[in-house]
């Protein structure tokens, strides 16, 4: 009957309240600037490096019954695909739950599925995660020595879990775990990105919006807003790049001299994140980006597509010391 003991048993169990209104500029700024977010998400540990950084840098990866066969399955969840496709439509379509066998026994998984069994997508939003996140360093080289024999991280899926309870690492230990798990996770940030550009694009150019703006050389990138640089290779007529440097490699940031102080604004090199033909594609799908070499993401709608180009850079970067 002391409402005192209910607070302090129930109030980690509240949901966390929407974040209302900003109240001040300190607040205001925090929220349209993608570095502050990406540090201000919760701590977790990467198990195959020891490392705890904030969840922005990692991966995190969930268990998923295979929608056909009902086997444990990782996926990588934060990308999940929005739709189902045909095939999973046709498997979820049965009576039993969709995580009915990994709540029962242990399925039994076999090792080394050939590459042309796996399904090209194993994860909706329709299907629920089973048990909790596992995270990883969202590093390709990492995720691909999962599956390097002597690599030192070889089958480390199997011990993704962690010290987490034996009842969710006995069904990590069995979960099939895709050999091409480091591509499926750079197309489907790759993926984001480019539907993220197209929508900002279309809202360019029909609604007069200014989320993208084309700079005419690096010295007009002072007069736009302070948001990411986007990188294209040189285009024909006067927007050839004039500059002779090398393009831009990976974190690379343009320092911009205010009265008092310097600003660096990151540049992202797209021919290098999406690859040259989804550069391509994405200015030719694009009339904001078609014209142009160098870009400026602008406004508080880009903070998501910026914290993607940056996760992105960090998924594709080589941390080798140069020789």
């Known amino acids: 009957m002391d409402p005192s003991y209910w607070d302090a048993v129930t109030r980690h169990q509240a949901p966390k309240a929407k974040a209302g209104k900003a ?3 300190v607040e205001r700024q925090f929220r349209k600037n993608p570095f502050a977010e990406a540090l201000a998400t919760p701590i977790r540990q990467c198990t195959a490096s020891r490392t705890r950084l904030p969840s922005f840098f990692l991966q995190d990866f969930n268990l998923i019954s295979h929608p056909e066969t009902g086997q444990p399955w990782w996926v990588p969840r934060s990308l999940s695909w929005d739709k189902p496709v045909e095939t999973q439509q046709a498997g979820v379509a049965s009576d039993e739950p969709a995580n009915a066998k990994l709540e029962r026994e242990q399925p039994t998984i ?39 024999k002597q690599s ?63 700079c005419y050389g690096w010295d007009d990138v002072k007069y736009k807003h302070q948001g990411a640089l986007l990188w294209f290779q040189g285009s024909s007529g006067h927007d050839e790049p004039t500059i002779s440097e ?7 940031t343009y ?25 391509a594609g994405v200015r030719d799908k694009s009339a904001i980006l078609r014209d142009g070499f160098l870009f400026m993401l602008a406004g508080r709608r880009t903070k998501d ?17 140069p020789s």
């Open 23 to 25: 109240t001040n500029s």
């Open 110 to 148: 076999s090792e080394g599925i050939p590459q042309s069994k796996l399904p090209d997508s194993i994860q909706t939003t329709s299907v629920k995660p089973y048990g909790p996140s596992a995270y990883a360093l969202a590093r390709r080289d990492i995720i691909s020595s999962f599956t390097v």
């Open 152 to 214: 030192g991280l070889e089958r480390h899926y199997r011990r993704l879990f962690g010290g987490s309870s034996s009842r969710y690492a006995k069904f990590g230990h069995q979960a099939v775990w895709r050999e091409d798990m480091d591509s499926v996770i750079l197309e489907r940030m790759r993926q984001g990105i480019v539907e993220d550009l197209l929508y900002l694009s279309r809202l360019c150019s029909e609604d007069s919006r200014h989320y993208i703006v084309k």
């Open 246 to 252: 090398a393009q831009p490699g990976p974190f690379a």
């Open 255 to 279: 320092d911009i001299a205010n009265e008092n102080s310097t600003t660096s604004v990151a540049v992202h090199n797209m021919p290098m994140l999406l690859g040259i033909t989804g550069a």
């Open 305 to 321: 597509l910026q914290l993607k180009l940056w996760k992105l850079q960090g998924y594709l970067a080589s941390y080798t010391e």
